[in-house]
């Protein structure tokens, strides 16, 4: 296989470890049990209106882990929906968690690859996305796993709205810069950084995550990577 895989060569790898770690507590079982089920997107998804009003902004948060950044979001933004998708079922009892001590009515969740349920969701229905510290996959036989693959960024072009916006964050140097030439070169986004601190500094409205606060504590600097999604001409 290819450094660039095609789109099928990299849908059949498996980007992420593992799916399950420790037994879930039963409170957290159960909630996996009873709450997840009533917070997934509906089966039969035509338009962006099937998961929220048209005035509903919606947010979606790939890989949000253990949930700190996309809880907090939640909190601190009430009109907007938050989507969040990981495979991890741990970080999803920690989100279903949340949910519930929080009382939030705005978040949505999916657990699974989100490579696979976001094709399922209409053009131009996300405002805003996150891809906080996705896993670095630092070998350089690994780097066809990682989540920013020009396929993906290409979905997300379809998916976000014009003037909508994408967040990538990450510690690892050669996955910011990765990033930065996979997201640049297809062509839909356009990075708003100004001046270094615009990268180097997090935005006020940015939310601290676990994988965040290991990196720090491990003296290797965060990288922010703020873009909008470009009208498309002849629109
Ligand atoms: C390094 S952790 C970072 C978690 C969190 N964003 C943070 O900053 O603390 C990467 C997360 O991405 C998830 N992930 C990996 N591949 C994924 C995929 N294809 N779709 C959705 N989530 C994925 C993993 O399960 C893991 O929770």
């Known amino acids: 296989m290819s450094l660039n895989p095609s789109p099928d060569e990299q849908h059949s790898l498996?980007?992420?470890?593992?799916?399950?770690?420790?037994?879930?507590?039963?409170?957290?079982?159960?909630l996996v049990k009873t709450l997840l089920p009533t917070l997934g997107l509906p089966d039969k998804l035509s338009m962006?209106?099937?998961?929220?009003?048209?005035?509903?902004p919606l947010w979606l948060e790939v890989g949000f882990g253990s949930a700190e950044h996309l809880l907090a979001q939640a909190q601190k933004n009430p009109h907007v929906c938050h989507l969040g998708i990981e495979p991890y079922l741990n970080g999803m009892a920690k989100a279903l968690g949340g949910v519930e001590e929080y009382n939030l009515?705005?978040?949505?969740?999916?657990?699974?690859?989100?490579?696979?349920?976001?094709?399922?969701?209409p053009d131009a229905s996300l405002d805003r996305v996150f891809i906080l510290h996705p896993d670095p996959w630092p070998k350089k036989r690994h780097w066809k796993r990682r989540l920013v693959q020009s396929a993906f960024v290409s979905e997300l072009a379809r998916l976000i709205k014009p003037g909508g916006q994408l967040r990538f964050a990450s510690d690892i140097a050669h996955y910011q810069a990765w990033a930065l030439a996979h997201i640049l070169d297809d062509g839909h986004f356009e990075w708003t950084a100004m001046r270094a601190d615009d990268w180097r500094v997090a935005a006020d409205d940015h939310a601290p995550t676990r994988y965040e606060g290991k990196a720090k504590k491990a003296g290797r600097p965060c990288v922010w990577l703020d873009f909008i999604r470009k009208h498309d001409e002849n629109k």
Request: hydrophobic letters at 30%.
């Open 14 to 30: 498996r980007l992420y470890g593992r799916a399950k770690g420790h037994r879930l507590r039963p409170r957290q079982a159960n």
């Open 48 to 56: 962006r209106t099937d998961i929220v009003p048209d005035d509903t």
């Open 105 to 121: 009515d705005n978040v949505r969740l999916e657990r699974g690859d989100a490579r696979e349920i976001l094709t399922t969701l």
